[in-house]
């Protein structure tokens, strides 16, 4: 089975991980631009950070037959810093129409400050622009009125729900997430947001129909794997493959495709010129075979002695 | 001087594309000209490759003669549709030319890799190249070989500009990164002993890791083959690659030392092909024999 993991700070993850994924059927990655664990002091990091996953990170997944995707955006953490926030929204446009940037995003609210809020409409003005989809951080606290609010904001500045995914979803918001049409996608994140079995209930409680699954695996103790093995473990107890599919790859494709930036064909049958520049392809689902996900799982062993 | 090439790119751009896609970018240089704002430039740039697509060029003899005429060493087989636009979009913004490195720079310093390595080849086209020196080889420090080529590969720029160490340490890298060297513009013509001595050290450094090492590097070699690295010649000539005992033939007629020739002499037939032009570099590297 092939999946997609439309959440993920690659720029925090190492080879192992890569290959980790590869090998367990991840053929794309989406890396929302965001904080990275401590705040940025100036634009200058800001656009070495955005320069850095449209660019080396990209180039970097393709090594391991990854195609690696991005959304630019202010995260609302720092757009409580509003001499930075001003000189960010001022470049944002040079980085929103850079090649495999499949979103605004992510974007929304931390605190809830007035801040955090008006950058996050600016934001939403800009997709609306440059015809971009919307990649929304629901907040950690306050989580059930920020993820209304969120998407009442989105509802007044006209965007289609359509157009939006709703991200760290739980039970007690993807009801509402769902009933308003938004596409509603969870973070299988262990301890802060949500866990694999609990995401296979959700399936089973309300369906795959835009539902997303993805893994929001960063620099914190968090699993690359989780979309595959949410798929694994919806599987084994019983959700139709098809429901698996559509919230571990084809819905993240459809909602994320509305960019043009993202196709099915940069993995199944790749352009000669990105396997020239940015893609080696995966010599696993080339060569047809079931991946396996334990397969990478021995490296960090002590009894695995690299000897050449 | 850039006039030339970008009219020539215009016509190959207009000649391939379909009709509005070509308005929409005539619309755009157009405005770059009359407005070259980094805004206009930066959005310009990010749309081409949406409105135009990502074919390879099509260009025939005639086209690349053309080239050559218009910017000697200007090579463009293996452009791109959106690559050939991204460069003629940058050459319309540089206008009176005032600025244009600090902005070039700029760009490298945030572009994506299809931007970066269209950026890059770009070089030989761009006013003010003497400028442009730092940030080419900025693009030599680059992990991703497709941008170290678009720097090394069919491009004037490094031989014409880089000085002896620049050149060198590209020529190595190139050695290093697994890519190849014959695409090298001018690279007999900037062959050099203090090039054949770092290569005749990474040889070695890579015996020691038993790994083997690219036939090419023979080739800046040979010319400065003395005596003294003869033995180091007579290993590859003993290789197990096929290749790589061609590359050492040819590297021992290309040697001053005149212990070369007996070398060579004793490498029979391959002496032969040499002595018959049968067996060249060009030929050694479009014809690999070895994994034949």
Request: charged share 25%.
């Amino acid at each position: 089975m092939m999946f997609i993991d439309p959440h993920t700070h690659m720029i925090s993850r190492t080879t192992d991980d890569y290959e980790a994924m590869a090998a367990a059927g991840v053929v794309a990655v989406i890396e929302p631009a965001f904080w990275i664990g401590q705040p940025r002091t100036n634009v200058g990091s800001y656009i070495d950070y955005l320069s850095h996953i449209v660019g080396f990170e990209r180039f970097r997944a393709g090594q391991f037959g990854i195609r690696h995707y991005c959304t630019i955006g202010l995260n609302s953490k720092e757009a409580n810093n509003e001499a930075l926030a001003e000189e960010v929204m001022e470049i944002l446009p040079r980085f929103a129409l850079k090649e495999g940037v499949v979103a605004i995003g992510e974007i929304g609210y931390d605190e809830q400050s007035d801040l955090e809020d008006k950058y996050f409409r600016l934001q939403l003005e800009l997709a609306k622009e440059l015809d971009l989809p919307v990649m929304i951080h629901t907040p950690h606290r306050d989580k059930k009125r920020g993820t209304s609010r969120s998407m009442d904001v989105c509802e007044e500045h006209g965007l289609p729900p359509s157009k939006v995914v709703i991200d760290h979803n739980n039970e007690e918001t993807v009801q509402e997430t769902l009933e308003r049409g938004f596409w509603a996608a969870f973070s299988i994140y262990p301890s802060t947001k949500m866990g694999n079995a609990r995401m296979v209930e959700i399936l089973r409680q309300y369906g795959a129909e835009r539902i997303i699954v993805d893994s929001a695996c960063d620099w914190g103790i968090s699993e690359p794997l989780g979309v595959a093995k949410t798929a694994k473990l919806a599987l084994e107890r019983g959700i139709p493959e098809e429901q698996v599919r559509l919230a571990c790859y084809q819905n993240a494709l459809d909602a994320y495709g509305q960019s043009g930036q993202i196709k099915e064909d940069d993995w199944l049958n790749p352009p000669a010129i990105d396997q020239r520049t940015l893609y080696e392809g995966n010599s696993i689902l080339r060569g047809g075979r079931e991946p396996k996900i334990e397969e990478a799982k021995i490296k960090r062993s002590m009894d695995e002695l690299i000897i050449e | 001087m850039a006039e030339q090439p970008s009219r020539l790119l215009r016509t190959w751009l207009q000649r391939q594309l379909p009709e509005t896609a070509f308005d929409w970018l005539a619309g755009q240089l157009e405005a770059l000209q009359q407005d070259p704002s980094d805004r206009k430039l930066h959005i310009a740039l990010g749309m081409i490759p949406r409105r135009l697509g990502k074919d390879d060029l099509a260009l025939s003899e005639a086209d690349l003669e053309a080239a050559e005429a218009a910017r000697p060493g200007w090579d463009p087989r293996g452009w791109s549709v959106d690559e050939a636009a991204r460069i003629l979009a940058l050459l319309a913004a540089a206008g009176a030319n005032t600025g244009f490195a600090e902005r070039f720079t700029a760009l490298c310093g945030s572009a994506e890799v299809g931007e970066a390595i269209a950026l890059y080849r770009g070089l030989p086209l761009y006013p003010d190249p003497a400028a442009l020196e730092d940030q080419a080889a900025e693009g030599l420090r680059t992990n991703m070989r497709a941008v170290f080529e678009a720097v090394a590969h069919r491009n004037p720029f490094p031989r014409e500009r880089f000085d002896e160490n620049r050149w060198n340490q590209m020529v190595l890298k190139a050695l290093f990164i697994g890519s190849s060297l014959h695409p090298i513009q001018g690279l007999d013509a900037r062959a050099n002993p203090a090039l054949a001595a770092i290569l005749i050290d990474y040889a070695h450094e890579r015996w020691a890791a038993g790994r083997p090492v690219s036939p090419e590097l023979w080739r800046c070699v040979g010319p400065f083959a003395v005596a003294s690295l003869l033995p180091d010649l007579e290993r590859a000539l003993r290789g197990e690659d096929e290749t790589e005992r061609r590359a050492a033939a040819l590297a021992l007629a290309a040697s001053p030392a005149a212990e070369a020739r007996v070398l060579l002499a004793g490498a029979g037939a391959l002496a032969a092909e040499i002595e018959s032009g049968a067996l060249t570099w060009e030929r050694l590297e479009h014809d690999p024999v070895a994994q034949a």
